[in-house]
T-cell receptor, first 111, second 113 residues
Framework: DQQVKQNSPSLSVQEGRISILNCDYT??????FLWYKKYPAEGPTFLIS?????DKNEDGRFTVFLNKSAKHLSLHIVPSQPGDSAVYFC??????????FGTGTSLTVIP | DVKVTQSSRYLVKRTGEKVFLECVQD?????MFWYRQDPGLGLRLIYF???????EKGDIPEGYSVSREKKERFSLILESASTNQTSMYLC????????????FGQGTRLTVV
């Protein structure tokens, strides 16, 4: 059973606007959450993370929000740029020894 | 700079062949992972290893085995390749501690014909 879910397979956003990617999880033991970005024919690259003791983490144009009670996290990209077009995976971990990934959201930023 | 290197970017193998996918990391990480990525299914864990000669099954280990004889190297073995093992294979490594990310290799696109 999928413990980390990304219910939107794709998202299109105009350049300069905000992109919001969502992720839900079921395991309340998860305490560390990550977002990865993946281009075709390449491995995923780490983007940003958040520990369960926080509800927000920001890094430049990227902000991750965590709502533990709802078991929900989101990635905000603002302003969106065409180079942000990629597949975004959220991941969760409870021990640092295993990472559970969602199915990915394909983001297209339209110039 | 951290580095996870997979031995091949693209491989084409025949059904029934034994296939070896090699992965090397230079970060002295304890944990290493093999995932496969398929459209609509995301990244699914095949096997992982938290120490030399140690291995744990992931979500989809059937048809695969692994070997970790040295800390920096983690091999994925397809004992008898089948067409449903055509996929993108991704190796990753991480420190064995909390609040740490996994670093991925560039991936191997395997096609079984």
């Amino acid at each position: 059973d999928q413990q980390v879910k990304q219910n939107s397979p794709s998202l299109s956003v105009q350049e300069g606007r905000i992109s919001i990617l969502n992720c839900d999880y079921t395991n309340s033991m998860f305490d560390y959450f990550l977002w990865y970005k993946k281009y075709p024919a390449e491995g995923p690259t780490f983007l940003i993370s958040i520990s369960s003791i926080k509800d927000k983490n920001e890094d430049g144009r990227f902000t991750v929000f965590l709502n533990k009670s709802a078991k929900h996290l989101s990635l905000h990209i603002v302003p969106s740029q065409p180079g942000d077009s990629a597949v975004y995976f959220c991941a969760a971990s409870s021990t640092g020894n295993q990472f559970y990934f969602g199915t990915g959201t394909s983001l297209t930023v339209i110039p | 700079d951290v580095k996870v290197t997979q031995s091949s970017r693209y491989l084409v193998k025949r059904t029934g062949e034994k296939v070896f996918l090699e992965c090397v990391q230079d970060m002295d990480h304890e944990n290493m992972f093999w995932y496969r990525q398929d459209p609509g299914l995301g990244l699914r864990l095949i096997y992982f290893s938290y120490d030399v000669k140690m291995k744990e099954k992931g979500d989809i280990p059937e048809g695969y085995s692994v070997s970790r004889e040295k800390k920096e190297r983690f091999s994925l073995i397809l004992e008898s390749a089948s067409t449903n093992q055509t996929s993108m294979y991704l190796c990753a490594s991480s420190l064995s501690s909390e609040d740490t990310e996994a670093f991925f290799g560039q991936g191997t696109r395997l096609t079984v014909v």
